[in-house]
Structure formats: structure tokens, C-alpha cells
Nanobody, 123 residues
Framework: QVQLVESGGGLVQPGGSLRLSCAAS????????MGWLRQAPGKGRELVAR????????NYDVSVKGRFTISRDNAKNTVYLQMNSLKPEDTAVYYC????????????????WGQGTQVTVSS
């Protein structure tokens, strides 16, 4: 059974930084790409960052490119999202998700979501 546990969210001022973590279990972690999604109030979930199974290839939504960095540690079964230069529009619940394949271009597995971690960017 896939389990994903996110942590690291909080309240930060515009321009600040946060680092999210996601601990994964229940599947062979280094066989799958991983992603971070977010859902803002009143909006649907959007996939903002993805990483391939070996961490070598990443993909970002244009809204976060250059500010967010996704990475993974396969020895720890953990995926990270470093978020810099945060903006109020980054406010959302952030979820990690297992992808269906090993590349970052694979779709997210809609049956595997963590509980999410709240990120609020406000002065």
C-alpha cells in the first residue's frame, strides 16, 4: 500500500523560502518518478514539479520554474521541494504523488496522494 507523508509547510513572507519533504513507503521508490502538486483554495490540483526515478531529469510548470527545485534521495525514500522567492500566489496545500512510470513525463498515479502540507505566503 502506497503511503506518502508530506512535511515542511508553514507560513512564510513573500520572498522567503521553504523546503518540503515527502517520505514514501509501500512501493519500490527508485522505480518511479515522483511529483509535487498543489491545490489553492477554489482551484484544482496542478502538478508543479516532477523528477525521474534516478533524480537526473526534472520538469517544472512555468509558474514555478527558476524558483522551485525538486530532488530525491533514493536511499531515504524521500522526495524534496525547495521553494525560493515565494509569492502569495504560491499559497496552497502541497501534495507529493507517485508517478505511473520512471520518467518525469509520466502522469501522476491518481490513487496515491499524501495528506498534504499547507504553505501560506503572506506578509
Amino acid at each position: 500500500q502506497v503511503q506518502l507523508v508530506e512535511s515542511g509547510g508553514g507560513l512564510v513572507q513573500p520572498g522567503g523560502s521553504l523546503r518540503l519533504s515527502c517520505a514514501a513507503s509501500g512501493f519500490i521508490f527508485n522505480n518511479y518518478g515522483m511529483g509535487w502538486l498543489r491545490q489553492a483554495p477554489g482551484k484544482g490540483r496542478e502538478l508543479v514539479a516532477r523528477v525521474g526515478s534516478n533524480g537526473g531529469i526534472t520538469n517544472y510548470d512555468v509558474s514555478v520554474k527558476g524558483r522551485f527545485t525538486i530532488s530525491r534521495d533514493n536511499a531515504k525514500n524521500t522526495v524534496y521541494l525547495q521553494m525560493n522567492s515565494l509569492k502569495p500566489e504560491d499559497t496552497a496545500v502541497y501534495y507529493c504523488a507517485k508517478l505511473l512510470g520512471d520518467t518525469p513525463y509520466s502522469p501522476a498515479d491518481l490513487n496515491s496522494w499524501g495528506q498534504g502540507t499547507q504553505v501560506t505566503v503572506s506578509s
